[in-house]
């Protein structure tokens, strides 16, 4: 039995000779083979010398079978690999004829410098001055571009813009005002301040206010005052009366008019005085000379000043007392010299105090001064503002705000003005990356706004961000057309008329202009 299983394994032989090599050049190569070349197969076959045994034939057929799976892959792929080039060549075709056919649709006119649109050329090549590739100008876009283009107009790539950080902002029309605010300091209404003083020479005999910053009421007693000509004149005053009760039904005319009019005399000095009604009726029912005769407060408010002492002789320059009424305060303001034109009478002004910011006293301006603090360099304004409270004390410190109201204005961001000095001037973008330097003039600065009074239109972008960097882009460019159109490459020297003050220039000097 062992040596019939040997006998069958030798006989029974099967060979695949360049498989290996068939199913590389298979993956490198997909042109197409014959079957000769791609599998070759040798079944040798000896006559048995003894019966093959049942085993043997399922192993010889599962082989087969394993060969003719791996055969039938190899075909499905090959197959497939035509399929897929066929459908890449015919995308290529395709899209080339497509991208052939857009560009023969665009005319283009010439060939231009980017850093200098002036420079312009008939065919492709590389600027002069800059050694940058010139850039096809189709006949669509010079159309556009020349119609809607101003004088002074220049291009910055888009990739140049965002390299250097250009922003734009947009000019319109907006309602805007401006909020002044200064440091106001509380003061007396000057109008409401009564200086005492007495119109006689005497003595004070007793004081009634004592001390100053004490509250007095209008008619209350000041002080009492002795003095030998009041003393004498409510004599004069009490005879006057007697003569005229005695004599004022005579039958003598002359003498009744005569005591009447000494009785009004008399009277009249007295009041005069700052005697009152009350005091001179109560001279004429007691009939005998007052000898102090009280001074009373002119006005409701409070003592500033006091210079009223008991025994002291006062005569009639001298201040007995100061008396305000802070029911109305002021507050005088002081306003920059560069803001004193925006200050009108009438304006609305806020005022707080430092420690009640809840609180808000809306006023008026009343007052501005004609002349400017040359210590401060500031203007003086003064509001004047209710205080029925008494919060308002003199000396105090108060937060002003003066809003004023300019209406509806065009104006545009503040850092789109580059400002040389003598002219402000903005950057305006136009389309397709061109820019045009404007020169505008300049109204009122309003926080991070500016008026425009010419110059711009509602509507229009301006540069905000990068402004120096794009005008040192405007400048190099007005450099470079200011050194000639033409002057890339060659160009031509002009003739010179030989004259006794000008020499021919020399030939080696005309080459020294061929380029800039």
């Known amino acids: 039995m062992k040596d019939i299983t040997k006998t069958s394994n030798q006989t029974d032989l099967l060979v695949i000779e360049p498989l290996d090599q068939v199913e590389n050049s298979s993956s490198s190569n997909l042109n197409p083979i014959t079957s000769e070349q791609l599998v070759t197969v040798t079944i040798t076959e000896q006559p ?62 010439y060939w231009q410098d980017p850093m200098h649109p002036a420079y312009k050329s008939d065919k492709p090549g590389q600027a002069p ?3 940058m590739d010139l850039v096809p100008v189709y006949e669509e876009e010079a159309t556009t571009t020349s119609k809607s283009l101003p004088e002074g107009a220049f291009k910055i790539s888009p990739e140049k813009q965002q390299l250097i950080g250009v922003q734009y902002g947009e000019v319109s029309y ?6 002044l605010r200064t440091v106001g300091r509380i003061t007396y209404d000057e109008t409401r301040v009564s ?28 002080i009492s005052i002795y003095s030998p000509d009041l003393v004498q004149t409510q004599q004069e005053f009490l ?7 005695e004599l004022g039904d005579s039958s003598f005319p002359e003498a009744a008019r005569g005591v009447a009019s000494l009785y009004e005399s008399a009277r009249r000095r007295l009041e005069l005085w700052d005697i009152t009604p009350e005091q001179i009726k109560e001279l004429e029912e007691r009939g005998q000379p007052i000898k102090a005769l009280t001074l009373y407060a002119p006005a409701s408010g409070y003592v500033l000043t006091r210079n009223a002492f008991e025994k002291q002789r006062i005569m009639p320059d001298t201040e007995l007392y100061s008396i305000v009424d802070l029911s109305s305060v002021w507050v005088i303001a002081d306003i920059y ?33 004609p002349q400017l603090d040359n210590t ?18 003199p000396d105090m410190y108060a937060n002003v705000e003066i809003k004023i109201d300019y209406g509806k204005q065009l104006v545009v961001p503040q850092e789109a003005i580059l400002d040389s000095g003598l002219e402000q001037r903005v950057f305006v973008a136009l389309e397709e990356g061109y820019f045009q330097p404007r020169i505008v003039k300049l109204g009122d600065k309003l926080d991070d706004k500016v008026v425009i009074v010419s110059g711009l239109k509602a509507g229009e972008r301006v540069v905000t961000s990068a402004n120096f960097l794009v005008d040192s882009e405007s400048q190099l460019k007005m450099a470079v057309g200011g050194m000639g159109t033409h002057n890339h490459g060659s160009v031509a020297p002009s003739k010179t008329v030989p004259t006794p003050e000008t020499k021919t220039p020399n030939p080696s000097q005309k080459s020294q202009h061929s380029q800039h």
């Open 48 to 109: 048995p010398t003894q019966p093959l045994t049942t085993s043997t034939k399922v192993s010889t057929k599962k082989k087969l079978w394993v060969f003719l799976l791996v055969l039938s892959i190899l075909l499905i792929g090959y197959w497939k690999s035509n399929e897929i080039k066929k459908l890449a060549t015919n995308l290529f075709s395709t899209n080339k004829e497509t991208i052939s056919q857009t560009v023969q649709t665009k005319k283009i006119l």
């Open 129 to 131: 001055d800059c050694g």
């Open 174 to 179: 907006k309602t805007i005002s401006k909020t």
């Open 195 to 222: 200086h005492v003083h007495t119109k006689i020479d005497g003595w004070i005999e007793k004081v009634y206010i004592d001390f100053i910053g004490k509250q007095v009421e209008k008619g209350q007693p000041l």
């Open 239 to 245: 005879l006057a009366l007697r003569a005229k009760q």
């Open 337 to 369: 010299e560069f803001e004193a034109s925006e200050i009108k009478l009438g304006q609305k002004v806020n005022i707080t105090l430092p420690y009640a910011l809840g609180k808000t006293v809306s006023a008026k301006i009343s007052y501005i001064s």
């Open 376 to 393: 401060t360099r500031t203007l003086k304004v003064r509001i004047e503002i209710p205080n029925p409270d008494l919060n308002f004390k």
